[in-house]
C-alpha cells in the first residue's frame, strides 16, 4: 500500500494522526447503525505541546532549548506519522481474514469442517455434534476461560453464534449483529437496526436466537420483523425487507437457514393470533421466493380443520429453525400452538399444521408431508423444537429418520421420507395422555382440558422441552435431551381477537420452586429408552453440545456451564459464569486449539485448554 506524501502532509496540518480505520457511521441503507471498532492510534499532543503549528515531542523541545536554534519539525513529524500508519497496518495484518466466504457447499460439508461452525445447528442435520477431540473425558476438567465478551446492553441472551474464517457472528439482544475475532473476543463490527419504540414482542423476550452466514453476507431477522442482509467483512446493509407487520404482532427471534441461494426464516407471534408462515428469500437480492402458510386458507388442503373461520387468526408461528436433506430437498421445520391458546372452543378441529412438524420441497415451499403431534393443542405445546435428521437401522431395515423431543413430553421417530411414525414414548412426566395410537396421535385423558377453576396438568405450558436445541452422538448412538420437570394449572377464559394484541383466551400457574426440576437425559435412539440421566436443580433452558471427545455440554439457570461423560452421564467439570444460561453451545478451533463457547447472563465465554 503506498501513501502520498501530501496525504501525511494534510494530516499534519489538519493536526491529527493519519487514521486507519473507518469512524462510526450510518448504514448506507439508512436503517440501523453500523459501528467499526477503531484501530488503535497515537494519542494527540495537548495544546502546550504544539509549537508554530505544529506537534512536537518533549524530547524535541528539549532539544530545541538546549541548542538554542529552532529545529524544523516536519522532517520527524513525518517519520512520527508514517510510524503510526505502519503500526495501523502492522494491526490490520494481525487481524482474522474476514472476506468470509462461505458458499453454500461449505455449509453442506459441514460436519467435515469441524473447525468452524456454518451453520445453526452445526450441520443441516441439526446433531449439534462435533468430531472435534482435543477437549475430551480425561482434559475436559482443565477447561478454563480464554476470553470474555460483554454485551452493550442487557437483555435475554440466547444467541448460538456462527464463526467462520477466524471470525464470530453473533446476535445480542434484541437483533443487534456483531463480529468478533475468535483468537480474542476484539469486536470488529457491530450494526444495530432502527427499531420503533413501541416495537412488539407479544408472549416471548425481546431476543434473538442468531444469524446465517451464505457467500459473503450475514443474515438476520429482526424484532420487529425485518430480514437484514450484512457484509460479512464490513456490517454493511446489503439489503433490507419487510417480512411482516410488527403491529399485528408478527416478529422474528428465528436463526435463519442458509440453503443453495435462500434464506429462509420463520416468524414470531402466534400468542398475537397472527397467520402463521415460512418464508424463502434469494439470497443474493432479497426477493422473497416462496412462502408456506402454516394455517391453510380457504380451499387449501387442512383448512377443513379450522370451523368458524378460525384460521384467519390461528397462530402455527415458526420461530425455531428447521433442518434439511440436501439428498431429498426437504426442509423439516416444527409449527408453534394454534390461537388462542386455551380456549379451543373458538377453533373446533385438529387446527392443522399447527403443533406439526411440516417437510417442504425447499425449491417451491410446497408441502411433502406433515406429522402432528398435538391436534387441537390447548396447552400451548410448540412444536418449535429442533429436528435431528439420523440414517439408522430399525426393525432390521435401515431408514431415513426424524428424531424429535416434542414439548408434549413425547419423544418421537418419524420416517423423514413418507412422514410415517414409527415410535412415540415418554421422556418426561406427562399426565395428559394415555399414550399414542399405531399412526402416533395420542389418545387424550379425561378432565385435562383447561377450565375456568383451573386443570393441574404436566408438562407445564413452557413443555418437557422448549426452543433449545437437543444434540445426538453417532459415536454413542444416544439422543441428549434437556428435559424439563414442571406441571401447571390450566385456565380457560372468553376470549375476543384485537390486532396486534395478546389472543390467549386464558392462562397458566405454573408449579415451579422446589416442586419444579429437570435433567439432561440420554435416550437410546431407536427405542427412546432412558440410557443415563444427570438431575439439575431446576428445569432448564439451555441446549447440549456433544462431542467425538466423548464429552456433552451443558448449563443450568443458576449459572453453571457443565461438561459430561456421553456414554455414562457422570460430570466431569463445571464453572459458574454468573448468569443463567439460556443458550446453545457451540466448539471451534483457533490456531489448532479447540474452543467452547457458550451465552450465559449477559456475557459470551469462549473455553479452552
Given at each position: 500500500?503506498?501513501?502520498?506524501l501530501?496525504?501525511?502532509q494534510?494530516?499534519?496540518?489538519?493536526?491529527?494522526?493519519?487514521?486507519?480505520?473507518?469512524?462510526p457511521?450510518?448504514?448506507?441503507?439508512?436503517?440501523?447503525?453500523?459501528?467499526?471498532a477503531?484501530?488503535a492510534?497515537?494519542?494527540?499532543?495537548?495544546?502546550?505541546?504544539?509549537w508554530?503549528?505544529?506537534?512536537?515531542?518533549?524530547?524535541?523541545?528539549?532539544?530545541?532549548?538546549?541548542?538554542g536554534?529552532?529545529?524544523?519539525?516536519?522532517?520527524?513529524?513525518?517519520?512520527?506519522?508514517?510510524?503510526a500508519?505502519?503500526?495501523?497496518?502492522?494491526?490490520l495484518?494481525l487481524?482474522p481474514?474476514?472476506?468470509?466466504?462461505?458458499?453454500?457447499g461449505r455449509?453442506?460439508?459441514a460436519?467435515?469442517?469441524?473447525?468452524?461452525?456454518?451453520?445453526?445447528?452445526?450441520s443441516?442435520?441439526?446433531?449439534?455434534?462435533?468430531?472435534?477431540?482435543?477437549?475430551?473425558?480425561a482434559?475436559?476438567?482443565?477447561?478454563?476461560?480464554?476470553?470474555?465478551?460483554?454485551?452493550?446492553?442487557?437483555g435475554?441472551?440466547?444467541?448460538?453464534p456462527?464463526?467462520?474464517?477466524?471470525?464470530?457472528?453473533?446476535?445480542?439482544p434484541?437483533?443487534?449483529v456483531?463480529?468478533?475475532?475468535?483468537?480474542?473476543?476484539?469486536?470488529?463490527w457491530?450494526?444495530?437496526?432502527?427499531?420503533?419504540?413501541?416495537?412488539?414482542?407479544?408472549?416471548?423476550?425481546?431476543?434473538?436466537r442468531?444469524?446465517a452466514?451464505?457467500?459473503?453476507?450475514?443474515?438476520?431477522?429482526?424484532?420487529?420483523?425485518?430480514?437484514?442482509a450484512?457484509?460479512?467483512?464490513?456490517?454493511?446493509?446489503?439489503w433490507?425487507?419487510?417480512v411482516?407487520?410488527?403491529?399485528?404482532?408478527?416478529?422474528?427471534?428465528?436463526?435463519?437457514?442458509?440453503?443453495?441461494?435462500?434464506?429462509?426464516?420463520?416468524?414470531?407471534?402466534?400468542?398475537?393470533?397472527i397467520?402463521?408462515f415460512?418464508?424463502?428469500y434469494?439470497?443474493s437480492?432479497?426477493?422473497?421466493?416462496?412462502?408456506?402458510?402454516?394455517v391453510?386458507g380457504k380451499?387449501?388442503?387442512?383448512?377443513?380443520t379450522?370451523?368458524?373461520?378460525?384460521?384467519?387468526?390461528?397462530?402455527?408461528?415458526?420461530?425455531?429453525?428447521?433442518?434439511?436433506?440436501?439428498?431429498?430437498?426437504?426442509?423439516y421445520?416444527?409449527?408453534?400452538?394454534?390461537?388462542?391458546?386455551?380456549?379451543g372452543?373458538?377453533?373446533?378441529?385438529?387446527?392443522?399444521?399447527t403443533?406439526?412438524?411440516?417437510?417442504?420441497?425447499a425449491?417451491t415451499?410446497?408441502?411433502?408431508?406433515?406429522?402432528?403431534?398435538?391436534p387441537?393443542?390447548?396447552?400451548?405445546?410448540?412444536?418449535?423444537?429442533?429436528p435431528?435428521l439420523?440414517?439408522?437401522?430399525?426393525?432390521?431395515?435401515?431408514?431415513?429418520?426424524i428424531?424429535?423431543?416434542?414439548?408434549?413430553a413425547?419423544?418421537?421417530?418419524l420416517?423423514r421420507?413418507?412422514?410415517?411414525?414409527?415410535?412415540?414414548?415418554?421422556?418426561a412426566?406427562?399426565?395428559w395422555?394415555?399414550?399414542?395410537?399405531?399412526?402416533?396421535?395420542p389418545?387424550?385423558?379425561p378432565?385435562?382440558?383447561?377450565?375456568?377453576?383451573?386443570?393441574?396438568?404436566?408438562?407445564?405450558?413452557?413443555?418437557?422441552?422448549?426452543?433449545?436445541s437437543?444434540?445426538y452422538?453417532?459415536?454413542?448412538?444416544?439422543?441428549?435431551?434437556?428435559?424439563?420437570?414442571?406441571g401447571?394449572?390450566y385456565?380457560?377464559?372468553?376470549?375476543?381477537?384485537?390486532?396486534?394484541t395478546?389472543?390467549?383466551?386464558?392462562?397458566?400457574?405454573?408449579?415451579?420452586?422446589?416442586?419444579?426440576?429437570?435433567?439432561?437425559?440420554?435416550?437410546?435412539?431407536?427405542?427412546?429408552?432412558?440410557?443415563?440421566?444427570?438431575?439439575?436443580h431446576?428445569?432448564?433452558?439451555?441446549?447440549?453440545?456433544s462431542?467425538?471427545?466423548?464429552?456433552v455440554?451443558?448449563?443450568?439457570?443458576?449459572?453453571?456451564?457443565f461438561?459430561?461423560d456421553?456414554?455414562?452421564?457422570?460430570?466431569?467439570?463445571?464453572?459458574?459464569?454468573?448468569?443463567?444460561v439460556?443458550a446453545?453451545?457451540t466448539?471451534f478451533?483457533?490456531?489448532g486449539?479447540q474452543?467452547?463457547?457458550?451465552?450465559?447472563?449477559?456475557?459470551?465465554?469462549?473455553f479452552?485448554?
Open positions: 500500500m503506498k501513501l502520498g501530501s496525504f501525511l494534510e494530516s499534519v496540518r489538519q493536526r491529527r494522526p493519519a487514521r486507519c480505520s473507518p469512524s457511521r450510518p448504514s448506507p441503507a439508512g436503517r440501523g447503525r453500523l459501528v467499526l477503531p484501530i492510534r497515537p494519542r494527540p499532543l495537548e495544546p502546550s505541546q504544539r508554530n503549528g505544529f506537534s512536537l515531542s518533549q524530547r524535541e523541545r528539549a532539544a530545541v532549548r538546549e541548542k536554534r529552532r529545529k524544523n519539525p516536519i522532517r520527524r513529524l513525518l517519520r512520527d506519522h508514517c510510524s500508519l505502519a503500526s495501523g497496518l502492522a494491526i495484518c487481524l481474514d474476514i472476506s468470509a466466504q462461505v458458499p453454500y455449509i453442506l460439508n460436519e467435515r469442517e469441524p473447525t468452524s461452525w456454518l451453520t445453526y445447528s452445526g443441516y442435520r441439526s446433531h449439534r455434534f462435533s468430531t472435534l477431540e482435543q477437549i475430551n473425558t482434559n475436559v476438567a482443565s477447561l478454563r476461560p480464554v476470553w470474555v465478551y460483554q454485551l452493550k446492553r442487557p435475554v441472551f440466547e444467541s448460538s456462527i464463526v467462520a474464517d477466524g471470525v464470530m457472528y453473533l446476535v445480542e434484541p437483533s443487534t456483531t463480529a468478533l475475532d475468535v483468537r480474542s473476543g476484539r469486536r470488529l457491530t450494526w444495530s437496526p432502527s427499531m420503533p419504540k413501541d416495537v412488539k414482542a407479544l408472549g416471548f423476550p425481546a431476543t434473538n442468531g444469524v452466514i451464505l457467500d459473503e453476507m450475514i443474515f438476520v431477522g429482526t424484532l420487529d420483523a425485518h430480514l437484514v450484512l457484509d460479512a467483512k464490513t456490517g454493511v446493509v446489503r433490507d425487507v419487510k411482516a407487520e410488527n403491529k399485528t404482532g408478527h416478529s422474528i427471534t428465528c436463526a435463519p437457514l442458509a440453503l443453495d441461494g435462500k434464506i429462509i426464516i420463520g416468524i414470531s407471534g402466534g400468542e398475537a393470533g397467520r402463521g415460512l418464508d424463502a434469494e439470497h437480492t432479497g426477493k422473497r421466493l416462496w412462502r408456506f402458510w402454516t391453510p380451499g387449501e388442503p387442512g383448512n377443513e379450522w370451523g368458524r373461520n378460525s384460521w384467519k387468526t390461528g397462530g402455527g408461528a415458526t420461530w425455531v429453525p428447521g433442518s434439511y436433506d440436501p439428498a431429498l430437498n426437504l426442509l421445520w416444527g409449527v408453534g400452538n394454534p390461537a388462542p391458546d386455551w380456549n372452543d373458538v377453533r373446533p378441529g385438529d387446527n392443522l399444521y403443533c406439526s412438524l411440516v417437510a417442504l420441497d425449491a415451499g410446497k408441502l411433502k408431508w406433515h406429522f402432528q403431534f398435538t387441537h393443542d390447548t396447552h400451548d405445546w410448540d412444536a418449535n423444537q429442533i435431528v439420523v440414517d439408522a437401522e430399525i426393525g432390521g431395515r435401515p431408514r431415513k429418520l428424531a424429535m423431543a416434542n414439548r408434549n413425547f419423544y418421537y421417530l420416517d421420507v413418507t412422514g410415517e411414525f414409527l415410535l412415540g414414548v415418554p421422556f412426566k406427562q399426565t395422555a394415555q399414550g399414542l395410537d399405531a399412526r402416533g396421535r389418545i387424550v385423558l378432565n385435562t382440558e383447561p377450565t375456568e377453576q383451573g386443570t393441574l396438568v404436566w408438562p407445564s405450558l413452557q413443555g418437557a422441552a422448549n426452543w433449545y437437543p444434540s452422538s453417532p459415536k454413542t448412538g444416544l439422543f441428549y435431551a434437556a428435559a424439563r420437570e414442571m401447571s394449572y385456565f380457560k377464559s372468553d376470549v375476543e381477537y384485537k390486532p396486534g395478546y389472543f390467549m383466551g386464558g392462562g397458566e400457574q405454573e408449579l415451579g420452586g422446589d416442586k419444579a426440576s429437570g435433567a439432561v437425559r440420554a435416550l437410546d435412539l431407536t427405542t427412546g429408552q432412558r440410557v443415563w440421566e444427570f438431575p439439575l431446576s428445569p432448564p433452558w439451555a441446549g447440549l453440545l462431542t467425538a471427545g466423548g464429552v455440554f451443558g448449563g443450568s439457570n443458576e449459572g453453571n456451564f461438561a459430561l456421553a456414554r455414562t452421564g457422570k460430570p466431569l467439570w463445571a464453572f459458574q459464569t454468573g448468569g443463567s439460556h446453545n453451545p466448539t478451533q483457533v490456531d486449539q474452543r467452547v463457547a457458550i451465552a450465559a447472563g449477559n456475557a459470551l465465554f469462549v479452552g485448554l
